[in-house]
């Protein structure tokens, strides 16, 4: 007879257990004890995200504007046992479980069962269970198991046709899953009516007895090589246990936009898989079977879950951080392609409240405004007909998204939001003039470009040679070394690079936001700048004249050149949106970077103009 899943014995020392049924008592124990474990003691995780404090031992915390009563007999309302029914907190504190999930295709003859204006003051009487969908029904189901009184779920605590209502509840998404005891993630259910309790596959395994020095503690099940589920064609969870880091790559829950700041919110989760229920919190990670996981907090990757999600959150501070939510969000996808700037904010206000920063609009905080500009696609992005953002934010675009990583000099003296529109741009305008402007002081110049190259090493030698050509036969060495860095991941997407050009001469690189406006003339606001002593150091790499000759075979025409300041800038490519000279109001239309090293190229820094300049 097996000894029980919940020894401490075996607890301590069985890794390989037997998987059980997800709604059987046995895994309602383990939550139950996960719970009270964190809860107890995990200084880490009575923290949030945005590092306000939450009370121990799992006490109350203010309920969310709606919630669900679930029913249980000892609630303190005067109702009776068993009734399900939504309530307005009106301020009080409680205990509540935050359900992620997703939803249902929506079907026109078939629409699905939300709260409304009309249905609110039926549902604060009693929800209609047999008619809501599979997973919400298995969520009231395990939240009243787990003795927690109330269940927070968007669709029935946001009454969905009020728009105040909705932008209201929408701005609280970081108190609300932060403030939660535990998020329920229905990680293996594609829709709403999929459900929690999804049936198990039948895995083969070999079960092996397990004792310590002293004494029979339980049994270990060693999983072999088999033929891969329908679920998992690739068969990347099929050797040994499976983990939840292989679950979340195989989700269709972990691609959704919502689902990340839900995710990183939330200071404990519990999620229902294809194999196994895990849980998550920000000291520890558990599953069924005894094995631990460390998933990556944010997309699946390896790394230590949310522990090590703070770790990097207050070693990196906001740069770092906030450039990998935007490459992992823009990656992910939204039903509603309007929710863009909305299915963020939460995480945004988090990060905002931890690192005490300022500003903050459309995914960018103007504490790091020289890191958040720089923005870029290897692929093709889209734009909605409706401007969503102002140009200078990457919400403005649809696709996925990386930011340069080079490390820079900030060259952006001043910058601030400015929500006046000058009339000479009214004229210009694709949308409403609701959208923030960014005025930046800063240095820039009118630029233009040559034919595009290819992407990828050929582009790099290409570029090069002809650099060279334009700069001089004795400049080979020298631009040599700087190749690597401009291509450095910008230009090997999907669409090609164009050669810059400032005052006629060929230094850099252009690449654009959007295949199909490339401006003829452009401005490049410089952003960044990167410096290089003329003294190169051991540990630089061996460099490369154009015919792919190393420094070592030409040491005599090299001689003293080695000894030029070297500079790297980092730009923003604008659009003149004003006919009136006297006026300097652009939009992004993509980045760039330029050379200068010693006399070779275009000293940017020395004679670029200096002043205001407005970015719609």
Known sequence: MDTPVSTQEERQYVAGRTIHPPESSINLMNLKSWLAECGTQHSRCHTGLSGRCYPRNLSGTPL?????????????????????????????????????????????????????????????????????????????????????????????????????????????????????????????????????????????????????????????????????????????????????????????????????????????????????????????????????????????????????????????????????????????????????????????????????????AFGVFLDDIDRSLLWYSKGDLSRPISPRAPSWSWMAYDGALNLVNDEWSSMIRDCSLDHTIPLSYLSNMEGPPKLPALRITGSYVPCSYQPQIRSGNNGAFEWMIVVQDSLGDDSGALVSPWRTKLFQGVCQGHWDCRILSISGRLCGLVKFDMHDHQPSQIFCLIVGETTEAGNRTKKEPARFDAGGKSEAGNKQRLKGQGNRERKLYHMLVLEKMSEDPDEKIFRRVGIAQAIWIGGVGYPVHELAEKGDLMIM
């Not at 709260?115 to 549902?123: A, G, I, Y």
């Not at 990196?316 to 450039?323: D, V």
Request: charged share 25%; aromatic share 10%.
């Open 64 to 360: 969310p504007k709606r919630v669900i009563n679930v029913g249980l007999s000892d609630e303190t309302l005067d109702t009776p046992g068993g009734k399900v029914f939504l309530i307005e907190s009106n301020g009080q504190e409680g205990r509540y479980a935050a359900l992620s999930y997703c939803w249902e295709p929506t079907v026109p003859d078939d629409p699905p069962v939300i709260l409304t204006r009309k249905n609110k003051s039926d549902f604060q009487v009693q929800l209609p269970i047999s008619q809501l969908p599979k997973t919400i029904q298995d969520a009231i189901d395990l939240t009243r198991r787990l003795e927690i009184p109330y269940l927070w779920i968007d669709r029935f605590c946001i009454v969905q046709d009020d728009p105040e209502d909705w932008r209201e509840e929408a701005q609280k998404m970081c108190d609300i899953y932060e403030g939660a005891v535990v998020t329920i993630a229905a990680l293996a259910a594609a829709q709403a009516n999929e459900g929690l309790y999804l049936p198990r596959e039948a895995i083969p395994y070999v079960r092996v007895p397990l004792a310590t020095k002293d004494k029979f503690v339980g049994h270990m099940n060693i999983t072999p090589d088999w033929d891969p589920p329908e679920w998992d064609p690739h068969g990347l969870g099929i050797v040994g246990s499976s983990d939840l880091e292989v679950e979340l790559n195989m989700s269709r829950w972990n691609t959704r936009g919502w689902i990340l700041q839900e995710r990183l919110l939330s200071r404990r989760l519990v999620y229902f898989g294809r194999r196994q229920i895990y849980w998550e919190c920000q000291e520890m990670t558990r599953n069924e079977n005894g094995v631990h996981d460390y998933a990556d907090a944010m997309s699946g990757g390896t790394g230590r879950g949310k522990s090590e999600l703070l770790r990097r959150l207050m070693d990196y501070g906001s740069t770092r951080f906030w450039r990998d939510i935007i490459k992992t969000y823009t990656r992910r996808q939204l039903t509603v392609s309007e929710d863009k700037t909305k299915a963020i904010a939460g995480l945004a206000q988090a990060i905002q409240r931890r690192l005490s920063l300022h500003d903050y």
